[in-house]
């Protein structure tokens, strides 16, 4: 079964550069038809769906987050990472990390055979 773990820092200062990374287990993130995900919770409100890397490399990005996001992959350590520039308060969030098919991978939504990461709390504060 796959298993994926978010890590990076807990806290971010305003301007600066949120970067999480997502380690996956049990699957290669370049196992043909899943897209790795990546999507938001900030407080009080629903799931913001960010983007995805496909596991032919490619990226998509919601419109929302486009200007200031980017997804990579480090497919010798089965990661990939988000990062997101420039960030305010409005970023802090729980960040996660999703397996999904390629119907439907920009839901922002769980959806039946997602596989999702614990999540991390992410803060922007100075």
């Not at 079964?1 to 049990?26: A, D, M």
């Not at 200031?68 to 990939?80: E, G, L, V």
Request: one cysteine or more; proline letters at 7%.
């Amino acid at each position: 079964q796959v298993q994926l773990q978010e890590s990076g820092p807990g806290l971010v200062e305003p301007s600066q550069t949120l970067s999480l990374t997502c380690t996956v287990s049990g699957d290669s993130i370049t196992t043909n038809y899943y897209y790795w995900t990546w999507i938001r919770q900030p407080p009080g409100k629903g799931l913001e769906w960010m983007g995805a890397i496909a596991d032919s490399g490619s990226t998509y990005y919601s419109p929302l987050f486009k200007s200031r996001t980017s997804i990579s992959r480090d497919t010798s350590k089965n990661q990939f990472t988000l990062q997101l520039t420039s960030v305010t308060p409005e970023n802090t969030a729980v960040y996660y990390c999703v397996q999904r098919g390629e119907l439907g991978y920009f839901l922002p939504y769980p959806a039946p055979d997602d596989y999702w990461g614990q999540g991390t709390q992410v803060t922007v504060s100075s």
